[in-house]
């Protein structure tokens, strides 16, 4: 099998922190970087799922419902004392 080299650049805490857990599971930077290209490649993809964090259901509905109260001219307002006592009852 041919071998190539690879050559990347990273910040020096990243690469240190992943080094010590590498050693910490006994295998090297190299066997790790390459365990990572063939998962790549036998899954076709990146090997673990890539998400952007958005609001889940339950914080977008209040965020919702806190715009709504905010436009209504009829809503009760709060002092902050006045908004720990309410919460407090």
Known sequence: MATTNLN????????????????????????AINMFFKQTIRKNGIPFELTVDVPNRKTVKALKEAKKIARDPKAKS????????ELAK
């Open 78 to 85: 709060y002092t902050v004392d006045e908004a720990f006592m």
């Open 8 to 31: 990347i650049r990273m910040d020096k805490n990243t690469k240190e922190q992943a080094e010590a857990i590498f050693n910490e599971l006994g295998i090297t930077m190299t066997a």
